[in-house]
């Protein structure tokens, strides 16, 4: 009572392809670029970005870890910075650990 009657499609030729099968195919496409430019593209971007800033950091330097831990920069080698967090206190971190450089004085002004 309330289903329609169903009725046959005519098949595509054997040699043709249909339609949907090129859209698909186009769609697809589209779909990857489009996730290159929204996910793909800006990440390598962070990437770089945060690479150059971890090669610049030099002895004085202000910064913040990924921890939210500020310090001022002692001693550095090619893998780890060493903070001096407050008096007497130094810590050692992994220098991709480094979330950004503060400009100087902000750990005066901060208390």
């Given at each position: 009572m309330f289903i329609a009657s169903a009725q046959a499609q005519t098949a595509a030729p054997a040699g043709a392809p249909a339609g949907g099968e090129l859209f698909q195919i186009i769609f697809?496409?589209?779909?990857?670029?489009?996730?290159?430019?929204?996910?793909?593209?800006?990440?390598?971007?962070?990437?770089?970005?945060?690479?150059?800033?971890?090669?610049?950091?030099?002895?004085?330097d202000e910064v913040v870890t990924s921890s939210g831990i500020l310090g001022k920069i002692v001693s550095l080698d090619d893998n780890y910075v060493v903070l001096s967090v407050s008096e007497k206190v130094e810590l050692k971190f992994q220098r991709v650990h480094i979330h950004a450089v503060l400009p100087k004085g902000t750990l005066k002004s901060i208390g």
């Open positions: 697809l496409v589209g779909l990857f670029v489009l996730f290159y430019f929204i996910a793909i593209r800006p990440q390598r971007k962070r990437q770089k970005e945060h690479s150059a800033m971890v090669a610049a950091l030099g002895k004085g």
